[in-house]
């Protein structure tokens, strides 16, 4: 491994501990989210506790599966150590396959455990079988590349880390599958009009709960 990559050991408030590959890097987005996970051992401090509530109330199974679009393989790594089997979705960035393999091998995590994508396009074929009990995204235009699954109650939750424009329209058509929505933060805080939310903050994330979750939401509070 060259001097351009550093291996971060992540054990604060998990389950289970982890190493991360980051890549030292120039871009100012890239390399200020890199520098906070370097200097504090973790990434988005509330919604990692609220994944690792996900993954402790979920026990792993064949027929469950996690998806990650997140900009960063963290949360993969994260769900694979937990015994989950879980699809990457990379959005074309190859560049970024380097460090998703050498994160595996640093966890010891096997191939198969960890399928990684470079298109959103081609999910399906690949977890048509599986309850997921949890999606991540970026941009919540990613939650419909999965309909399929999302039109017969097959994923669970769905946790939105909102660095995209936001798209009412699609949070309607989730309403509409019986999805709540709530503000992630200490606590869950249930959002009870999306549309006003929505123009009021542009920037915290947030959970999609449908009634098949096993998530009860009155128990997933005060993260400290």
């Not at 971060?8 to 408030?13: E, F, L, P, R």
């Not at 996690?66 to 979705?89: A, L, P, Q």
Request: hydrophobic fraction near 35%.
């Amino acid at each position: 491994m060259n001097q351009l990559k550093d291996v971060i050991h992540i054990q604060k408030n998990l389950d289970k501990d982890f190493k991360i590959v980051l890549e030292n890097t120039t871009d100012t987005y890239r390399k200020d989210n890199y520098d906070f996970i370097r200097k504090n051992r973790m990434y988005r401090y509330y919604d990692t506790m609220q994944i690792q509530k996900i993954l402790t109330l979920y026990k792993p199974d064949k027929n469950i599966c996690i998806i990650d679009y997140n900009e960063y393989s963290f949360y993969s790594i994260m769900s694979v150590v937990n015994g989950y089997k879980t699809f990457y979705i990379n959005k074309s960035k190859k560049y970024y396959n380097e460090y998703i393999y050498h994160s595996l091998i640093i966890n010891n995590i096997l191939p198969e455990q960890l399928t990684y994508l470079n298109s959103r396009f081609i999910i399906n074929k690949y977890v048509k079988k599986y309850t997921v009990a949890l999606l991540i995204i970026n941009d919540i235009m990613d939650s419909l590349n999965s309909k399929r699954l999302m039109n017969k109650g097959k994923i669970h939750n769905i946790l939105v880390i909102r660095t995209y424009e936001d798209n009412l329209a699609i949070y309607k058509q989730l309403h509409l599958l019986e999805y709540s929505f709530y503000k992630v933060g200490r606590c869950l805080n249930k959002i009870e009009n999306i549309e006003e939310f929505l123009k009021s903050d542009t920037k915290t994330s947030i959970l999609c709960r449908h009634p098949n979750s096993i998530l009860i939401t009155a128990s997933v509070v005060n993260f400290d």
